[in-house]
């Protein structure tokens, strides 16, 4: 558990899971180790892959599917309270969100509406947070239309949605359409407005995005042709213009490959990303006058297709969780040169995909 007397930390991991087996979990967090502790989890959901985070509140948000009246699979959310004192939850309620599974969750700055991504489905939705923390009602979806030129892009694939720290825009990678798709957040109504799009390269395929602390870059990750863009950022008028595309995988490398998730240190400095195939992590250090990119390392995560990643809330260490590896491993990280070293601590669970911290 966390050593500073008056703080916690927990980590919550969620993963593929059938309805009826383990596929959400509780962690207590050892901020002097980085180890993992188990110490709840639930069976209630179907696929809760992906998870998002009410801070103040202390209430987790996960994806998760449920059935409609005809059968058919469609995207819901799940709202658990969590208990400052032990880091367990409880299910407040669930929620459908879109008409198709869902494969990514943000909440956004206000914390009253919640954001989803379908993949399959090619849309994203709105739908409000109640002031009890329970998921609400849709209040706008946006499907997206077109295509790209890999077989897997004959569609639309909006993989996640970050809301901009300002929260004025939210951007949209869509692997299906190799296009980042802005959209103006009128929270007011409720309501998705799209506003401008950025273009990858053909046969990118964008997966997730992320901020730089300064509001003046973003960087997507792309998971097709294992590539990172970089961005300049635009917060007032909601555009971006691509400075850079650099590789995500080491020179001479010929095996198969897919990226999954990107992240940036809190101090600017180092961004990581996660390459599904190369099972690693890739390394860059970040020119904070030219938001471009230098590599600095490749370290293996020990563990097949480490689909998603977080880095620890002071930034001293990287948790890697390897769905096909069954495990989530715990990477130390120096803060001057971003390079990772493992510790040796790891958790084994099934399938993990997605981590995020809280800290009461």
Do not use: W
């Not at 917060?235 to 213009?241: F, K, M, N, Q, S």
């Amino acid at each position: 558990m966390n050593t500073n007397p008056n703080t916690r930390t927990y980590a919550y991991i969620g993963s593929y899971a059938e309805a009826g087996t383990p596929g959400l979990y509780a962690c207590g967090y050892n901020t002097e180790t980085g180890e993992l502790t188990l110490i709840d989890q639930t069976d209630i959901l179907q696929n809760p892959t992906f998870l998002a985070i009410d801070a103040p509140a202390k209430r987790l948000y996960a994806i998760t599917e449920e059935a409609d009246a005809t059968g058919q699979r469609v995207g819901a959310a799940a709202a658990f309270s969590i208990d400052e004192e032990s880091g367990r939850f409880t299910l407040l309620n669930k929620a459908v969100t879109v008409a198709s599974p869902t494969c990514h969750i943000a909440l956004d700055g206000t914390r009253r509406h919640l954001m989803v991504a379908s993949y399959r489905g090619g849309m994203i939705g709105l739908s409000a947070v109640e002031p009890d923390g329970r998921v609400g009602a849709s209040s706008d979806v946006r499907q997206h239309a077109g295509g790209s030129v890999r077989p897997v892009q004959n569609q639309p694939h909006p993989h996640s949605v970050f809301p901009d720290p300002a929260d004025r825009y939210a951007l949209v990678p869509d692997l299906g359409l190799d296009r980042i798709l802005v959209y103006k957040l009128d929270l007011a109504n409720g309501k998705l407005l799209p506003h401008s799009e950025a273009y990858l390269e053909p046969g990118a395929g964008p997966r997730h995005f992320a901020y730089h602390p300064s509001q003046r870059y973003g960087y997507v990750i792309n998971e097709l042709d294992s590539t990172v863009a970089a961005f300049a950022y635009d917060g007032e008028a909601g555009t971006l213009r691509k400075l850079q595309t650099v590789s995500t995988l080491p020179d001479g490398y010929e095996g198969s490959s897919a990226c999954a998730d990107i992240h940036i240190s809190a101090d600017g400095r180092y961004l990581y990303g996660s390459n599904r195939g190369h099972d690693s992590i890739v390394v860059y250090r970040i020119d904070e006058s030219a938001g471009t990119l230098t590599l600095v390392e490749h370290t293996s995560t020990r563990g097949g297709h480490p689909r998603n990643f977080a880095l620890s809330p002071d930034g001293r260490f990287l948790l890697a969780a390897n769905r096909d590896g069954n495990n989530v491993v715990t990477f130390a990280r120096d803060a001057e040169t971003g390079r990772l070293q493992p510790t040796g601590h790891e958790l084994k669970l099934s399938k993990p995909v997605c981590v995020k911290f809280l800290t009461v």
